[in-house]
């Protein structure tokens, strides 16, 4: 069973940064999808930041140029660095990873991490 841990949330002034971290336990045979998703009260789960199985990076158009998605070489463990935030960040940020294990096809969530940004 592959399971996602996260961490580095917390409460930032507008224009201040944070990076938030995703690290995944288990056996992973083959990812297939890998990213960062963001819900705020009220809305719903939506894509911030992800890996494309090619391995190209793809966002969000309201955090283009402000955020970075990133993951070391063996992919288990992936970041999201956000800059320049702002108040309409505020959201619990879950990471998320699809693949196959060696019991078969897997979709985990991280636990989530508040991310608040006070005006």
């Known amino acids: 069973q592959v399971q996602l841990v996260e961490s580095g949330g917390g409460l930032v002034q507008a224009g201040g940064s944070l990076r938030l971290s995703c690290a995944a336990s288990g056996i992973i045979l083959t990812i297939n999808d890998m990213g960062w998703h963001r819900q705020a009260p009220g809305k719903q789960r939506e894509l911030v930041a992800g890996?494309?199985?090619?391995?190209?990076?793809k966002y969000a158009d309201s955090v283009k140029g402000r955020f970075t998605i990133s993951r070391d070489n063996a992919k288990t463990t992936m970041y999201l660095q956000m800059n320049n935030l702002k108040p309409e960040d505020t959201a619990v940020y879950y990471c998320n990873l699809v693949g196959y294990s060696p019991r078969g096809p897997f979709a985990s969530w991280g636990q989530g991490t508040q991310v608040t940004v006070s005006s």
């Open positions: 890996f494309t199985s090619g391995g190209s990076t």
